[in-house]
């Protein structure tokens, strides 16, 4: 495990703890990683192929939640900020609803993952994913939930 003082934090690269998420996930191919923007959303692609599986974090997260599941899958994949979280902009309304981020996140679905197998969605990210099947189906082949409960629209 790579020790991190509190002075090396702010410096620290985006990536630079892949290899650990690597060793906690009992692998060791690392995939490439960038960092991508779609308008006012950011996401981290993993891979250089298309991305096969979409994965939406939950509320108070960011994209670097699924970075163990990613590595340890290792298929090309595509990890969304969610507005209002991680790199992606804050939204002026304060709204971070899944009907609003499904409107923010479904573009970027279309223009780097428009044919992913798979999105998957944990808590805000799951009603997210779940309105984004309901609106854009095209955009949802099959749909993982984790830890969604019922909301309001």
Known sequence: MVEISDEELPNLDEFALLPDNAEQAGVTSIPDA??????????LKFGN?????????????????????????????????LPGHGRSAWREDGDYGPKLSADAVAPVIRDLAADAELVVGMSLGG??????????????????LVDVTPSAP
């Open 34 to 43: 960038e960092r991508v923007d779609v308008g006012p959303v950011s996401a």
């Open 49 to 81: 192929d298309a991305p096969r599986v979409v994965f939406l974090h939950g509320g108070g997260q960011n994209a670097h939640t699924w970075d163990t599941v990613i590595v340890g899958l290792g298929l090309p994949a595509l990890a969304i900020d």
């Open 127 to 144: 009603l997210t994913a779940l309105r984004i099947a309901v609106t854009a189906p095209e955009l949802v082949r099959r749909l993982a």
